[in-house]
């Protein structure tokens, strides 16, 4: 019932919000997805976002997640993310249900201009709404903070992650440290279409967890403020998933206003 309630809150709360900024004109779609990393772009300020998108590891997971942002200003925003539904292959049944919710704020602390390096921190919480008795989630509170820099190389644009995690423990016990480390990169192929391409490790000592993850894929702007994605990722360590198929989308609703 709590994860129900959370869900309809996320439900209303995206709702309420993108009425209210679809009157104005859109602006460029700044997506996040479908990578372990975030790059320091933020939401157009004044206007609203949303990503949505597919995971699909054939035959043994499938994510939903959409992430609804807020440009607050021209160098931050606040987002909160949840998946409405996630399925999961375990000895005997499966399990499914809404996924854990996530509330954070990112923000440009370093921004000389559009062709110069950046550099951003990013905030998150999350909040623990998934299932336990599925198998979808832990049941406890866990926070993230992260440093982002942003750099050209020529037509490349260069990405380095980095995010410290204090997760809650389910045995009762202190918190447990993780660590995740990524590169990524996005550069041009065409006119209209672009590449990404990420290599992140994700690891937590305490649990013995560690996923080591090469993702890459295209990018297609289908009109003004929406974005298309899709791509892959394969794992490279023991724990890390052994092959996901990756697409979605990423629409800019604009901001209170008229439409020119």
């Given at each position: 019932?709590?994860?129900?309630?959370?869900?309809?809150?996320?439900?209303?709360?995206?709702?309420?919000?993108?009425?209210?900024?679809?009157?104005?004109?859109?602006?460029?779609?700044?997506?996040?997805?479908?990578?372990?990393?975030?790059?320091?772009?933020?939401?157009?300020?004044?206007?609203?976002?949303?990503?949505?998108?597919?995971?699909?590891?054939?035959?043994?997971?499938?994510?939903?997640?959409?992430?609804?942002?807020?440009?607050?200003?021209?160098?931050?925003?606040?987002?909160?993310?949840?998946?409405?539904?996630?399925?999961?292959?375990?000895?005997?049944?499966?399990?499914?249900?809404?996924?854990?919710?996530?509330?954070?704020?990112?923000?440009?602390?370093?921004?000389?201009g559009p062709e110069e390096p950046s550099i951003a921190y990013q905030l998150k919480t999350k909040i623990p709404t998934a299932s336990t008795h599925q198998g979808l989630g832990n049941g406890e509170l866990d926070?993230?903070?992260?440093?982002?820099?942003?750099?050209?190389?020529?037509?490349?644009?260069?990405?380095?992650?980095?995010?410290?995690?204090?997760?809650?423990?389910?045995?009762?016990?202190?918190?447990?440290?993780?660590?995740?480390?990524?590169?990524?990169?996005?550069?041009?192929?065409?006119?209209?279409?672009?590449?990404?391409?990420?290599?992140?490790?994700?690891?937590?000592?305490?649990?013995?967890?560690?996923?080591?993850?090469?993702?890459?894929?295209?990018?297609?702007?289908?009109?003004?403020?929406?974005?298309?994605?899709?791509?892959?990722?394969?794992?490279?360590?023991?724990?890390?998933?052994?092959?996901?198929?990756?697409?979605?989308?990423?629409?800019?609703?604009?901001?209170?206003?008229?439409?020119?």
């Open positions: 019932m709590r994860s129900l309630r959370f869900s309809r809150v996320l439900l209303g709360l995206a709702l309420s919000v993108v009425i209210a900024g679809c009157s104005g004109p859109p602006g460029r779609p700044t997506p996040q997805r479908p990578t372990f990393s975030s790059n320091t772009a933020t939401t157009t300020a004044g206007t609203t976002e949303v990503e949505a998108g597919v995971a699909l590891d054939p035959g043994d997971f499938f994510d939903s997640p959409v992430t609804l942002k807020y440009g607050v200003s021209e160098n931050s925003e606040l987002f909160i993310s949840m998946a409405p539904y996630q399925w999961l292959e375990r000895p005997g049944d499966d399990g499914d249900g809404i996924g854990d919710l996530f509330i954070g704020v990112r923000e440009r602390i370093i921004d000389v926070f993230f903070v992260a440093g982002i820099l942003d750099y050209p190389i020529d037509k490349l644009w260069l990405t380095s992650y980095y995010q410290l995690g204090i997760l809650g423990d389910p045995g009762g016990g202190g918190p447990d440290i993780q660590h995740g480390i990524a590169f990524a990169a996005n550069m041009p192929l065409a006119e209209s279409l672009g590449a990404y391409g990420e290599l992140a490790g994700i690891f937590t000592p305490e649990q013995d967890d560690e996923q080591v993850i090469l993702s890459a894929g295209v990018t297609y702007p289908l009109r003004e403020g929406i974005a298309l994605d899709g791509g892959v990722a394969v794992g490279l360590s023991r724990d890390a998933p052994d092959f996901q198929i990756l697409f979605g989308i990423t629409t800019n609703f604009g901001g209170p206003g008229k439409r020119p």
